[in-house]
């Protein structure tokens, strides 16, 4: 790993650690050490990291911001790039916006919306980065990335650029070509806007907000949801009903105010995290007949 460290070193103008601990990159605040750790700066940086990491034989691990993932707690082998802050620049042309894979979500929905444009009020209070929301098809209440993405650039694990349309990325709920293709790193897209009434706009994103905060366990240390909804259900009103809400395993606890959200209270582990969701996927199952499909991502394990 030293080698390819030094070889990365030479290529690249971002950040390269060692062993670097990975709960310090989630949203749940859990996960071990990454072998190498990789913050580009740029589109350049990506494709040098994928083509060198694959003339060692190293895998490449990507995430961004790390507000929907479940790191195990031994870490992940390999190299694991961030793409964050040297990513994030963004380019307005009208209703048309340019923006690198790294940007925070909410940042860029909340400047729409100052600008008038609708498309991404669903996204005010989506935690996490543009390229992240790509990956899983983001969306909530009335709206999702598939709506608003015109084209997507693309570095493959070879370090190739490839620029695909919205229809070639394959957009369903929650999913997205990106999680099918083996090495397939976003770093830019193109989104189409609309011109609207501000004022409207904002309102209607400040009204998604006010309900998130009614429903959701903010300000506590989760990822998100945890389960997919399944057709014609949520997943949170059948976890409720299946008697989850407050079970626990270690620190690992699922909320009292949305049963689809677990929470680290203190020092959770991987592992609590995992034995919780079968429970609460068996209680699911047992009830409903209903098999629930995970949502939050999960890396490191075999």
């Known amino acids: 790993m030293k080698d390819l460290g030094r070889a990365l070193a030479e290529r690249i103008r971002g950040e390269i650690r060692f062993n670097e601990p990975l709960h310090r990159y989630t949203s749940f605040r859990i996960g071990g050490p990454a072998d190498i750790f990789v913050s580009p700066a740029s589109v350049e940086d990506v494709a040098a990291v994928q083509e060198t990491a694959a003339a060692y034989g190293v895998p490449v691990t990507v995430i961004g911001g790390g507000s929907n993932l ?3 707690d031994t ?6 790039m961030r793409i964050g802050r040297g990513l994030s620049r963004i380019a307005w042309d009208g209703a048309r916006v340019t923006v690198e894979a790294g940007a925070p979500l909410p940042l860029l929905a909340k400047e729409a919306a100052r600008r008038g444009l609708a498309g991404l009020e669903f996204a005010g209070g989506i935690p996490g980065t543009v390229g992240g929301a790509l990956v899983m098809n983001a969306g909530a209440h009335d709206g999702c990335m598939a709506n608003v993405v015109r084209r997507v650039w693309i570095v493959d694990a070879a370090g190739n650029t490839l620029e695909l349309d919205s229809s070639s990325m394959e957009f369903s709920y929650r999913a997205s070509r990106l999680q099918r293709e083996k090495g397939w790193v976003a770093v830019r897209t193109e989104l189409d806007l609309v011109p609207g009434d501000g004022e409207a706009i904002q ?25 997919k909804n399944p057709p014609g259900d949520f997943a949170g009103r059948l976890l409720e009903q299946a008697g989850c809400k407050g079970m626990a395993e270690g620190d690992a606890c699922v909320s009292s105010v949305h049963a689809n959200f677990i ?16 429970r609460m996927r068996s209680r699911v199952k047992e009830q409903f007949g209903i098999e629930l499909e995970l949502e939050v991502g999960l890396l490191g394990f075999a």
């Open 70 to 72: 479940l790191v195990a």
């Open 75 to 80: 870490g992940v082998r390999g190299v694991v």
């Open 203 to 227: 309102a209607k994103m400040m009204a998604y907000l006010e309900k998130r905060r009614r429903t959701q366990p903010l300000g506590t240390k989760n990822a998100g949801s945890i389960f």
């Open 263 to 278: 929470i680290n209270r203190g020092n959770a582990t991987a592992a609590d995290v995992l034995r919780l969701i079968e």
